[in-house]
């Protein structure tokens, strides 16, 4: 298959190197410690399973299922939860763990979530940040893989319509309309 893509954003040595890098500042900062790993369904799985096994620490994995892209190349800036199950979280290390910071809804639900639940501490790592976009209130950022340009991407994850997720890249997609400038 030859996936239908403009550009090539982030290369799978760029993204493999990033997360190495990431993984690095996350076992310095918990050294020795125990660290719960929430990540946010669906796209930050692929992210999740690569920075997991790079951390070296133990970790427990927990994951809050939220929508707010509703297969749209645009965020609704509404967050839906659909529920899971969920780790215990008080008294415990919490990193939340995302693909994408777009409008920043999402990321801030999760926040919320996860601080009623009275965590020990209560971080966030992001792989992508979308620059130029307009926030109210822009959600704090511990860890960040890259800063991207406001283009809707996929690959490593991330999806179009459900597809994409499996591309071992960040690219821009040659979206219906045919040239993936929809986003703005
Ligand atoms: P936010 O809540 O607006 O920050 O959007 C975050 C969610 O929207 C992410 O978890 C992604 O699932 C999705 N999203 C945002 N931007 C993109 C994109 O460029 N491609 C694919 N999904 C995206
Ligand atoms: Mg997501």
């Given at each position: 298959m030859t996936p239908p893509v403009r550009q090539i954003i982030i290369t799978q040595e760029q993204l493999r190197q990033r997360v190495r890098e990431l993984a690095q500042e996350i076992r310095q900062q918990y050294k020795g410690e125990e660290l719960v790993l929430v990540s946010i369904l669906k796209g930050a799985f692929v992210f999740l399973s690569d920075l997991m096994r790079e951390i070296q620490l133990d970790v427990e994995v927990g994951f809050l299922y939220l929508?707010?892209?509703?297969?749209?190349?645009?965020?609704?800036g509404e967050v839906e939860e659909y529920l899971l199950p969920f780790p215990r979280l008080a008294g415990r290390h919490v990193l939340i763990v995302e693909d994408i910071l777009d409008s920043g809804a999402s990321i801030a639900y999760a926040y919320q979530r996860c601080q009623q639940l009275n965590p020990l501490s209560l971080r966030v790592c992001v792989l992508l940040n979308k620059q130029g976009v307009f926030r109210d209130e822009p959600p704090l950022i511990d860890y960040k893989g890259f800063d991207i340009p406001n283009v809707f991407v996929v690959g490593y994850g991330l999806d179009y319509r459900e597809k994409?997720?499996?591309?071992?890249y960040i690219a821009e997609p040659i979206t219906e309309q045919g040239n993936g400038d929809e986003k703005e």
């Open positions: 929508s707010s892209y509703r297969g749209e190349t645009q965020s609704q994409y997720r499996h591309l071992p």
